[in-house]
């Protein structure tokens, strides 16, 4: 099925660092959902969006739903060494009835 | 309790044997999913059970078979599986009706190696 564009595919930052993802589409998405998994496990929720502009925040994290509806970022301020995992964006693109579509995934490694 | 509970967590079968899959959610949601996710890969759908109703199919191949005895459970039947078929395979949830219903919660999953 259709995937989202998902940038960077990865990351090596330091310690402290702030990081930022995002996803792009080349259709409207009507929810924007941000994963994080780590090896082995399932994927976890992080944040969810609702609506255009929306803005919320999650602890260090912080993601937006694009004004356009067709793409989202997820900002990680002061990485620590838990936040290596892989972060995946998902969205629906109607009312949810359809199934999620996901982002390639962006690899995430901290560098203490 | 927002868990998404699957069995067993590692799973190795030969070619000619038949196993199952379970997973359990307890959070009323009335919609479940089987998920199957390679290395380095975003999880890829294979079903969508919607109010214990089989809704979707993505043309997976007729050895997996799915099952929703109920609304908390769901079942994968594996059988002649191809070393392929070797996965990652996720079971997830989410609520039906209400603003939030789109926010799908996964498992742990169960790692699938098909010798």
């Known amino acids: 099925g259709q995937q989202l564009n998902q940038s960077p595919q990865s990351m090596f930052i330091q310690e402290g660092e702030d990081v930022s993802m995002n996803c792009t589409s080349s259709s409207i998405f009507n929810t924007w959902l941000w ?7 399932g994927p976890v929720l992080l944040i969810a969006l609702y609506k255009a502009g929306e ?5 260090r ?8 509806r067709k793409d989202s970022f997820l900002n990680i301020s002061a990485s620590i060494p838990s936040d290596v995992g892989i972060y995946f964006c998902a969205g629906h693109r109607n009312s949810g009835n359809t199934p999620l579509v996901f982002g390639k995934g962006t690899r995430l490694s901290v560098i203490a | 309790d927002t ?33 199957k996710q ?6 890829e759908l294979m079903f969508v ?14 050895r997996f078979s799915p099952e929703c005895p109920n609304s ?8 002649a599986l191809q070393p392929e078929d070797s996965a990652l395979y996720l079971c997830a949830s989410s609520p039906r009706g209400g603003t939030r219903n789109t926010e799908a919660f996964f498992g742990q999953g169960t790692r699938l190696t098909v010798v």
């Open chain 1, 35 to 41: 994963y994080k998994q780590d090896p082995g496990e």
């Open chain 1, 61 to 68: 994290l912080t993601a937006q739903f694009g004004i356009t």
């Open chain 2, 3 to 35: 868990e998404v509970t699957q069995t067993p967590k590692h799973l190795v079968m030969g070619m000619t044997n038949k196993k199952s899959l379970k997973c359990e959610q307890h959070m009323g949601h009335r919609a479940m999913y089987w998920y």
């Open chain 2, 49 to 62: 059970y919607s109010y214990e109703k089989l809704s979707i199919n993505e043309s997976v191949p007729s």
């Open chain 2, 72 to 79: 908390s459970l769901l079942n994968l039947h594996l059988h």
């Open chain 2, 38 to 43: 390679k290395a380095k890969k975003p999880p």
């Open chain 1, 55 to 59: 803005l919320t925040s999650n602890g």
